[in-house]
């Protein structure tokens, strides 16, 4: 069975900081690692698609890598902003299921 | 429409009474998930749609819970005979296919009282 753990649960750092939050998954047979951001009783925003077959991807300050093998992912934010503040998840696509299992998030306070 | 809508965003309701939860999928996305996230717990998959099937509805917690999709669009969720503990967000996702980018709603917040 499929286990996502995040690390850390919670992290508060001032603004400017450079981060990595972590994402581990025990089952190395996935389609594809999927990072979220969820703002407090809002929906959840996607915010990068790493595909199996893919090491990273990137999008603005946010760079996400993916190491199949050792069944990791980490999410790197580069230059931290208040408005970064957000529970981030991971969630991961196994080969022989088509839904996504969630790790139970990273709380990220950044502050002036 | 641009994104998943939800409706209702809100719905208290009295325990012991049926409830309807709707999700708009964006247009043209034949697979259709629903999540429920607890307070302070992580998200638990419920029942996945590709099209109007349903080939995993495993995480549906009970007989009390049941979901259907028509036109491979709006999927309803109905909650019978409802518990305190089914308060919850329930959170509804689609994606194009089951293995690419999933989007989500914004949620319904359940209260049972």
């Known amino acids: 069975k499929q286990e996502v753990t995040q690390i850390p649960a919670a992290l508060s750092v001032p603004e400017g900081e450079n981060l990595v939050l972590n994402c581990s998954f025990t089952d190395s047979a996935i389609y594809n690692l999927q990072w979220f951001r969820q703002d407090p009783g809002k929906g959840l925003t996607s915010l990068l698609l790493i595909q199996s077959s893919q090491r990273e991807q990137t999008s603005g300050r946010l760079n996400a890598s993916l190491d199949k093998s050792s069944g990791r992912s980490t999410l790197y934010i580069a230059a931290s902003q208040p408005g970064d503040s957000a529970t981030y998840l991971c969630?991961?696509?196994?080969?022989?299921?088509?839904?996504?299992?969630f790790g139970t998030g990273t709380r990220l306070q950044v502050f002036p | 429409g641009a994104g998943v809508s939800q409706s209702p965003s809100n719905k208290v309701t009295e325990k012991g009474k049926d409830v309807e939860l709707r999700c708009d999928p964006i247009?043209?996305?034949?697979?259709l998930y629903w999540y429920r996230q607890s307070l302070g717990q992580g998200l638990e998959f419920l029942i996945y749609?590709?099209?109007?099937?349903?080939?995993?509805k495993s995480g549906l917690p009970s007989d009390r819970f049941s979901a259907e999709r028509t036109g491979g669009s709006v999927s309803t969720l109905t909650i019978q005979r409802t518990q305190q503990e089914d308060s919850a967000v329930y959170l509804c996702a689609s994606s194009t296919t089951a293995n690419t980018e999933a989007f989500f709603g914004q949620g319904t917040r359940l209260t049972v009282v």
């Open positions: 969630a991961v696509r196994g080969r022989n299921t088509d839904k996504l299992i």
């Open positions: 749609f590709q099209g109007n099937s349903a080939p995993d």
């Open positions: 247009s043209g996305h034949t697979a």
